[in-house]
């Protein structure tokens, strides 16, 4: 397996490898050694147990097309301009830069597009859900509750 990180940068408790200290790089080191052979054949146990730490991590993780700074996809824009708004600390996943990731996160999830929003541990919607909610006032009160848990 090919490892794209600097000699420079500390290694990755995660997987005993080279890789950028944030948390959104190695769950990428984890999920690129942690997917194989298994692709199309539902999600590896690897895979499984590196994005079920990584959400368990962190209160509220958005799986989108980019990243917060530069959204790749209008709806996922949309999920980040909403997180935002309300001030709240959030992770965000790029998964154009991994297909293995991509396809993965499909089969873990049961939902077939992207942007993908996990709150608390649990998955919440995708942007559609995200307006909807964000409109009525619940996403606010369900991320409060979150951030207080």
Not at 21 to 41: E, L, Y
Request: include cysteine; proline fraction near 5%; hydrophobic fraction near 30%.
């Amino acid at each position: 397996m090919l490892h794209r990180y600097s000699r420079t940068s500390r290694p990755c408790t995660l997987l005993n490898q080279r890789c950028k200290p944030t948390c959104r790089q190695r769950f990428r080191c984890t999920v690129r050694a942690s997917v194989g052979p298994s692709q199309g054949m539902g999600v590896s146990p690897e895979l499984k147990s590196a994005i079920d730490k990584f959400i368990a991590d962190n209160k509220i993780v958005l799986f989108m097309k980019g990243n917060r700074m530069f959204p790749q996809c209008g709806f996922s824009n949309t999920c980040v301009q909403i997180l935002n708004t309300l001030s709240v600390p959030y992770e965000t996943v790029n998964i154009l830069e991994d297909e293995l990731l991509r396809t993965g996160m499909k089969e873990y999830s049961q939902w077939p597009t992207f942007p993908q929003v996990y709150i608390d541990g649990e998955f919440y919607g995708g942007c559609d859900i995200m307006i909807e909610s964000y409109t009525n006032g619940e996403l606010k009160e369900y991320l409060e509750a979150a951030l207080n848990s």
